[in-house]
């Protein structure tokens, strides 16, 4: 099993639809997670991160997270063209220093 | 302007040939890694370091080393390039634990 899982995709949505993708982790007791973007060929870049067990909203944005389950969510509400990239999602456990696992990404297309 | 700088952005090269991709940031934090991304296999953690001068191996180590003798800097050094590190690799740094990884423009290797 996989630390960090992700669905390849790719995911295809309708531009002004709500984008989910989800993230499933192994490890119980991990402590933080993060949601980061990268467009093809390009670094990763930060969109969200989230601690606690919840939503956390910012802009667009949405991360769930659901411990007891062991999942993430990233929700991205009016989806745009521009939102079309490989999304990361990445889990730090509770051991090993900066040890951020990353899941394989889920590739999103925004259709016009 | 806070970033993280690698260089090269492009190598090719030949087998066996010592190189040493640099990381650069100018944001002061204490935790640095280098990870590497191939496809189907996301991001790797290869080396990490919490200070100057402490280093520890991550997840595929195997072929790299690493040195951090100024808190800004620290480079991947590769000995004995061989085939199978062709890759993208990218240098990250976060200024604690449990916090975001910024992460550099990357440094596409091609070793021949």
């Known amino acids: 099993q996989k630390e960090v899982e992700q669905n390849s995709g790719p995911l295809s949505v309708p531009e002004g639809a709500i984008a989910s993708l989800n993230c499933t982790y192994s490890?119980?007791?991990?402590?933080?997670f993060f949601w980061y973007r990268q467009y093809s060929g390009k670094s990763p870049e930060l969109i969200m991160f989230?601690?606690?067990?919840g939503d956390k909203e910012d802009g667009r944005f949405t991360a769930q997270l659901n411990k007891a389950s062991q999942y993430v969510s990233l929700l991205i509400r009016d989806s745009q063209p521009s939102d079309s990239a490989t999304y990361l999602c990445?889990?730090?456990?509770?051991?090993?220093?900066?040890?951020?696992?990353f899941g394989t990404g889920t590739r999103l297309l925004v259709s016009p | 302007e806070a970033q993280v700088t690698q260089n090269p952005r492009y190598l090719i090269t030949v087998t066996g040939k010592k190189l040493t991709v640099t990381c650069s940031q100018n944001?002061?934090?204490?935790?640095m890694s280098w990870y590497r991304q191939d496809p189907g296999l996301g991001l790797r953690q290869i080396y990490y370091?919490?200070?100057?001068?402490?280093?520890d191996k991550g997840d595929v180590p195997e072929g790299y080393k690493v040195s951090r003798k100024e808190k800004r800097n620290f480079p991947l050094i590769l000995e004995s390039p061989s085939p199978n590190q062709t890759s993208l690799y990218f240098c990250?740094?976060?200024?604690?634990?449990?916090?975001?990884?910024?992460f550099g423009q990357g440094t596409r290797l091609t070793v021949v």
């Open positions: 990445a889990v730090k456990g509770r051991t090993g220093f900066q040890k951020l696992v």
């Open positions: 989230i601690y606690s067990n």
């Open positions: 370091s919490m200070n100057v001068e402490v280093t």
């Open positions: 990250a740094s976060s200024p604690k634990l449990n916090t975001e990884a910024f």
């Open positions: 944001m002061n934090h204490e935790y």
């Open positions: 490890d119980r007791g991990s402590q933080s």
